[in-house]
């Protein structure tokens, strides 16, 4: 247990003079004159991004490892059910992780939870690299499917919680970018390795040393000024404030005022919050006594589901989740160079490059937008480019012999232009992807207050990876089934319940600070307001007179 967990979790320091000042004053803080963020937030994201980075590569890789491994596992080539049981492993142990972590997350630390991820990666590449049996295998990919879990979660929220809110959408985005990254590496790996004998060994193997190397660069690194203060150390997590947005050339005053500012935002949450849990555990009743309070706000589930802003943070962070899954995107992740081979492309595996490289360069857009242009109004652009992509492979589909037998085993030869017009309607669609639904959803933590910010986006999480792991199964039977064209078109529907859903409850976040955000959701969607006051600032930063 860390020190911190032993700590109450107000801090005594709340009921100091400096305290009631801050109170006094209600919070008034100006980000918007940052003009960039600084080396030190530069530093902490990419040093926390490389979770990402493993996230991508262990989910990437697996394609490569099924057809490398041969009759090394168990002396016998791999049956269906061992390909299945090794490829829906990880995902479904990240979907145990997830809200696991969520609440280690709260007594721990973000941090801990981080290096505790990097021990996962290490351990299970290492097993994995040197087993000799299926069980084996799918023992060390299930110790992954915990990492993955764990990283997929804590990294966004942690960039989050360190961010100034101009860039934090960007910065969170990072993390976005080197999971996509981690995919192009995967793929390359798994194509230079394939033709060595045992070379899946190395696939596998080479995940440990991104983890160990994070797990020595995040030693030196803070934990995030939002649970300082939450688990009572304020002094420490001025500290990190200072750094955050101090820097080469910014004035020392100004600096101050800020982190001061900043500072007194995050306790008047935590003081709000306070006082709302303490009026709840006893309905109408004037006093209610710290043991009370301190149960109520320990339980953090019920708070969760209560708490209508919560709630509706939960339902919206689960909807954008569950849809990034359902869309399909994974299927193709998975199971491109299949559908490619069906199709009749000679080299599947090196056309399925252009599947990941697609989702890594159009994050960068993401990555170059999400900022300026928002995320909703991001995903109501992105989100039609999706479905006429889906449609248009449906209609490929069409005119494409396919064998009449098991999909996904069989293959054909084919010729003509619509194979490449399936191609050409994959990467736009996974353009659309990439720029809003592959990454906007990893935003989640902002849409939490403080008090419940770790377990709803563990849930949110855990939605990430049940939808993930329900395209995984279902994909291939699907492909039987329903023919592509169905699946394909299955999928576009599904985006076309996205946009509606998005455009209907899901408020512009980006710019806010991560307590305004909580007050956005209150009382309702807050849809509307958001986009007005987004317009507003816009208009005021264009030097434009605002009318209100
Ligand atoms: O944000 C990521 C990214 O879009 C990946 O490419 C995808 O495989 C993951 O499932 C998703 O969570």
């Known amino acids: 247990m860390t020190d911190a967990a032993a700590e109450p979790l107000i801090s005594n320091d709340r009921g100091s003079s400096e305290e009631h000042d801050d109170h006094a004053i209600e919070p008034e803080v100006d980000e918007s004159a940052l003009v960039s963020p600084g080396v030190f937030i530069w530093t902490l994201t990419f040093c926390a991004g490389v979770s990402g980075l493993l996230f991508g590569y262990d989910t990437g890789v697996i394609s490569s490892t099924l057809i490398s491994v041969g009759s090394d596992l168990s002396s016998r080539p791999l049956s269906t059910l061992d390909k299945s049981l090794i490829t829906s492993c990880t995902s479904f142990f990240a979907l145990v992780a997830s809200p696991l972590t969520g609440v280690l997350a709260d007594s721990w630390g973000r941090k801990n939870v981080i290096l505790g991820a990097d021990v996962l990666f290490v351990v299970g590449a290492l097993w994995q690299a040197f087993t000799g049996s299926v069980w084996g295998m799918i023992g060390g990919r299930s110790v992954v499917g915990l990492a993955v879990g764990s990283a997929s979660f804590v990294v966004p929220l942690y960039i989050s919680e360190l961010s100034p809110s101009p860039f934090r959408g960007r910065l969170v985005t990072v993390s976005s970018l080197f999971i996509t990254g981690g995919q192009v590496v995967a793929y390359v790996v798994g194509w230079l390795f394939s033709t060595r ?16 190397i994070q797990f020595c660069l995040l030693q030196g690194l803070p934990e995030t000024p939002r649970w300082l203060v939450k688990v009572g150390r304020r002094e420490q997590a001025k500290r990190v404030l200072l750094r955050v947005y101090g820097g080469k050339g910014s004035d ?11 500072l007194r935002r995050v306790q008047k949450e935590i003081y709000d919050e306070e006082e709302a849990a303490g009026e709840r555990a006893v309905p109408g009743a004037g006093k209610v006594g710290w043991r009370a309070k301190t149960a109520r706000i320990n339980d953090s589930f019920t708070q969760l589901i209560a708490v209508g802003g919560n709630r509706r943070a939960l339902v919206i962070a689960c909807m ?36 990941a490289v697609t989702n890594f360069l159009f994050t960068l857009v993401a990555f170059h937008s999400i900022d300026r242009i928002g995320r909703r109004r991001i995903l109501l652009w992105s989100v039609p480019i999706m479905i006429i992509g889906l449609a248009l492979c449906s209609l490929a589909f069409n005119f494409v012999a396919l064998p009449a037998q098991k999909a996904g085993v069989s293959q054909v030869t084919q010729g003509g232009i619509w194979p490449v017009v399936i191609l050409a309607a994959m990467v ?24 419940v910010r770790s377990l709803g986006s563990a849930l949110a999480t855990a939605t990430n990876w049940g939808s993930n792991t329900l395209i995984g199964i279902s994909f291939l039977p699907m492909m039987e089934t329903l023919t592509p064209v169905g699946t394909f078109a299955l999928y576009a529907l599904v985006c076309c319940g996205a946009w509606l859903s998005i455009w209907r409850i899901y408020p ?8 305004d955000v909580g007050g956005l959701l209150r009382d309702g969607w807050g849809v509307e307001k958001s986009v007005r006051e987004r317009r507003r600032r816009r208009a005021e930063r264009n030097g434009a007179e605002v009318v209100r």
């Open 508 to 515: 512009e976040t980006a710019g806010l600070s991560l307590e």
């Open 252 to 262: 020392e005053r100004d600096v101050k005022n800020l982190v001061n500012g900043v």
């Open 428 to 451: 736009t669609y996974v353009a659309g992807y990439a720029v809003g639904m592959g990454n906007v959803p990893w935003q989640q933590s902002e849409l939490f207050p403080l008090s």
């Open 197 to 212: 004998a045992h070379g899946w060994r190395w696939m596998v193997g080479l995940g440990a040393l991104p983890a160990a």
């Open 320 to 355: 954008l989740q569950g849809f990034q899954q359902l869309c399909g995107f994974n299927s193709l992740m998975y199971f491109s160079a299949t559908i490619f081979s069906l199709v009749g492309f000679r080299s599947p595996t090196l056309t399925s490059l252009s599947i």
